[in-house]
Structures are given as structure tokens and as C-alpha cells.
Nanobody
């Protein structure tokens, strides 16, 4: 059983930056690919980014490519999402998730463990 706790959300102006963190416990962190998803009010949860177990491979949703960077520190059981050039369309609750699947998956069903989410609000 893996427990995930996100932090780092908040209110930021358009064009600003935030760094989200996700602390993992209760499992072998390096055994899981990690992902970030987000969910805006009234919308479905959508994929944002994924990082492989080793951290050597990353994959992004098109709208965040070049603005967001996912990274992980297996020694600290942490995964991060650096978000730059934020715009109001990025406003959502952001979730960290862990996947035991070896292939890239961008659907929520591909992730077995989830954090509680952290709110990101971008003002115009």
C-alpha cells in the first residue's frame, strides 16, 4: 500500500510558477512510475505528466509541454512537478498517482494509488 501526499499548491498570477511536491510512503517507491493528473470543476480528471521508475523517461500532455517538468528523487521518495508560465486554464486540483504498469499510461485507471490533491489557482 502506497500513501501519497501532495503539497505546494496555491494562488499565482498568470505567467507565474509553482512547484508541486508529492511524498510517498508505505511501498517501494522506485517500483512505481509516477504521474500527475489534474481536475477542474465540472471536468474529468486529466493526465498531465508521467515519469518512469528510474526517472529516465518522461511524458507530457501536449498543453503543458515546454512549461511543466516532472522529476523524481528515489532516495527521498519524492516526485515533483515544476510548473512555469502558468495560465488560468491550468487552474485545477492536482493529483499525484503511482502506477505499477511498465508501459506509459495516461488514463486514471492505470494508476493504483492516489494522493488527496492540492489546489492550484491561476489568476488572470
Amino acid at each position: 500500500q502506497v500513501q501519497l501526499v501532495e503539497s505546494g499548491g496555491g494562488l499565482v498570477q498568470a505567467g507565474g510558477s509553482l512547484r508541486l511536491s508529492c511524498a510517498a510512503s508505505g511501498g517501494t517507491f522506485s517500483s512505481y512510475a509516477m504521474g500527475w493528473f489534474r481536475q477542474a470543476p465540472g471536468e474529468e480528471r486529466e493526465f498531465v505528466a508521467r515519469i518512469s521508475r528510474s526517472g529516465g523517461g518522461t511524458y507530457y500532455e501536449d498543453s503543458v509541454k515546454g512549461r511543466f517538468t516532472i522529476s523524481r528523487d528515489n532516495a527521498k521518495n519524492m516526485v515533483y512537478l515544476q510548473m512555469n508560465s502558468l495560465n488560468p486554464g491550468d487552474t485545477a486540483v492536482y493529483y499525484c498517482a503511482a502506477s505499477g504498469r511498465l508501459y506509459i499510461t495516461t488514463i486514471p485507471q492505470g494508476y493504483a494509488y492516489w494522493g488527496q490533491g492540492t489546489q492550484v489557482t491561476v489568476s488572470s
